[in-house]
């Protein structure tokens, strides 16, 4: 390989970590940790710029993507809680510590279903909605900026890579 050529200093940490195992375990490939590795670093980077938004509104991962699940349902903003679970992609007491604490603040309401009292839904306050198309607003501009680094055709071309990727894992 090219990389196996190039002094240390030239690789990047995924191409290292490649390069020790060839030499360690020539008897195995380490090649799909040139995708796999790089998806990794960048799924922890890009985490890392998208929590620094939802901080300076005094939110977790959580809690912006329970709130900004209740206001993409539109008015009146609110969503049964076992919805609210699976649109989140958390466990039903995941999501009860969620949404304690962002009750606690006065940003979501619980109350019962009128057509049964066992249901519950959870709904965004007014307080809840202006804070989070406050938050959206900032964190799809930081989208934007992080998206804009690598060009439109190389972002394009990454979404449908990607796109096709999860339908993979999906089973779609």
């Given at each position: 390989m090219a990389e196996d050529r190039l002094p240390d200093d030239a690789l990047d940490r995924v191409a290292q970590i490649q390069r020790e195992w060839r030499r360690e375990r020539p008897d195995l490939d380490p090649s799909p940790q040139g995708v796999i590795g790089r998806l990794h670093l960048v799924a922890l980077e890009l985490t890392e710029r998208l929590v620094d938004v939802y901080g300076r509104f005094g939110l977790s991962e959580g809690?912006?993507?329970?709130?900004?699940?209740?206001r993409r349902a539109g008015?009146?903003?609110?969503?049964?809680?076992?919805?609210?679970a699976d649109h989140t992609l958390v466990t039903t007491g995941g999501l009860t510590k969620r949404v304690d604490r962002l009750e606690a603040r006065g940003l979501v309401e619980r109350r019962t279903e009128a057509s049964d009292a066992r249901k519950r839904?959870?709904?965004?306050?007014?307080?809840?909605?202006?804070?989070?198309?406050?938050?959206?607003?900032?964190?799809?501009?930081?989208?934007?900026?992080?998206?804009?680094?690598?060009?439109?055709?190389?972002?394009a071309t990454l979404e449908r890579i990607l796109t096709r990727w999860l339908r993979i894992f999906d089973g779609r």
């Amino acid at each position: 390989m090219a990389e196996d050529r190039l002094p240390d200093d030239a690789l990047d940490r995924v191409a290292q970590i490649q390069r020790e195992w060839r030499r360690e375990r020539p008897d195995l490939d380490p090649s799909p940790q040139g995708v796999i590795g790089r998806l990794h670093l960048v799924a922890l980077e890009l985490t890392e710029r998208l929590v620094d938004v939802y901080g300076r509104f005094g939110l977790s991962e959580g809690e912006f993507d329970v709130l900004a699940t209740l206001r993409r349902a539109g008015t009146p903003y609110e969503r049964p809680a076992g919805e609210l679970a699976d649109h989140t992609l958390v466990t039903t007491g995941g999501l009860t510590k969620r949404v304690d604490r962002l009750e606690a603040r006065g940003l979501v309401e619980r109350r019962t279903e009128a057509s049964d009292a066992r249901k519950r839904l959870v709904r965004l306050t007014p307080e809840g909605r202006r804070l989070i198309d406050q938050a959206i607003a900032a964190h799809l501009e930081n989208e934007h900026r992080i998206v804009d680094e690598l060009g439109r055709a190389d972002a394009a071309t990454l979404e449908r890579i990607l796109t096709r990727w999860l339908r993979i894992f999906d089973g779609r």
